[in-house]
């Protein structure tokens, strides 16, 4: 199930999730931005750490990544739009 793509400062970003019975059992970004150097830097790190944050919370209520405010927010919104979608109830 993909989330809307989110536009933000630096570019957009979309999540798809894997669910089964009910659940979120993985969370993947297939957009973000990474065309310079220190996007694809930040986001080395924060994607993976949203990624396991929402398997773990199972639901858009993750915490922002430091240092990665704008994928960090525009992560959230799309991931929330693909819950929506999936018609999961979250935490």
Known sequence: MNGTSV???YG??????????????TATAIDYPSSGGRDRAINSYAIPLLQRETVAAQSAHVDTVSGATYTSDGYRG???AAIDAAHLKGK
């Open 7 to 9: 536009p933000t400062r």
């Open 78 to 80: 799309s991931l929330q």
């Open 12 to 25: 957009p970003v979309q999540v798809r999730l894997t669910i089964r019975n009910g659940r979120i059992v």
